[in-house]
């Protein structure tokens, strides 16, 4: 078949000396890394850490901003004007940039993380926030995030886009994110993951946790790496993907940018 995807994961997401997932192990199954920038996980030695595994394993490497939250792992709202997401965002990108450049890499992507991925997708103020902090930087960088209003956003301004499938996680009847805070918010089973992967890769649609059929478009799918089995998961999804005839490359290569 002729059907293009990136497979993409969060990285880089420890503090000091606290660790989260194993991020070598997963980079090997990737062809794109969100890189944690300080916010909600991260500092200058993680960064370095997980830039250099990136260029090593050949990942295309995507910041992946997100709400001053360290506590709450960047998942709880932080109240925050326009004009600090805007900031924030642009500050967290800069970061992350420092060190791929010192890499010889560049950054390619940005996707919003946590609470404030989620916002970016039904609220306009954040979705033009990030998207001004992406077009101040570099407006070549790919805008990553589920279809909604920060896909709009950058079609008005001209940014490239890349729609995103979050394959382990459950969906509601519209097309939204079950939160975290409800019990089965999250899959941890890699076979029912990498099934999942296929069906929203190949037909374009993903069950619901009622049961209902929503159709979904994506240019990317993400794996959490923080969850039990991720790295099983991560090397069955590329297998799946691989005998469905499905060609895994970076966004950039699928004509992204």
């Given at each position: ?39 909600h ?5 993680t ?21 001053p939250d ?14 600090e ?11 992350l ?5 010192a ?57 490239a ?24 918010a ?6 029912e ?6 069906s929203?890769?190949?037909d ?8 209902r ?22 090397g ?11 060609v ?10």
């Open positions: 078949m002729d059907r293009t995807i990136d497979l993409i994961a969060d990285i880089g997401e420890g503090f000091g000396a606290y660790r989260m997932g194993d991020d070598d192990a997963l980079l090997a199954s990737l062809t794109s890394a969100n890189v944690a920038c300080g916010f996980a991260g500092d200058p030695r960064i370095e850490q997980a830039v250099a595994g990136c260029v090593e394993n050949g990942v295309s490497i995507g910041a992946h901003p997100g709400f360290l506590v709450g792992f960047g998942r709880r709202e932080v109240t925050s004007s326009s004009e997401v805007r900031t924030d965002v642009l500050y967290q990108i800069g970061a940039h420092a060190f791929a450049t890499a010889g890499a560049p950054v390619v992507h940005v996707t919003p993380h946590g609470r404030l991925g989620n916002l970016v997708v039904t609220n306009r103020m954040y979705a033009e926030a990030v998207a001004a902090a992406v077009e101040a930087f570099d407006p070549q960088l790919i805008l990553v995030a589920q279809s909604g209003e920060l896909e709009q956003v950058a079609r008005e301004r001209g940014l886009f890349a729609r995103l499938g979050l394959i382990d996680r459950s969906y509601e009847d519209d097309g939204t994110l079950v939160s975290r805070r409800e019990e089965g999250v899959l941890h089973e890699p076979e993951i990498a099934e999942r992967t296929i929203m890769v190949v374009g649609t993903v069950t619901s946790r009622n049961g059929t929503v159709h979904v478009e994506c240019d990317t799918v993400l794996l959490h790496g923080d969850n039990p089995g991720s790295i099983r998961a991560a069955m999804v590329r297998s799946y993907l691989e005998e469905a005839g499905v895994i490359a970076p966004l950039s290569a699928a004509g992204c940018r």
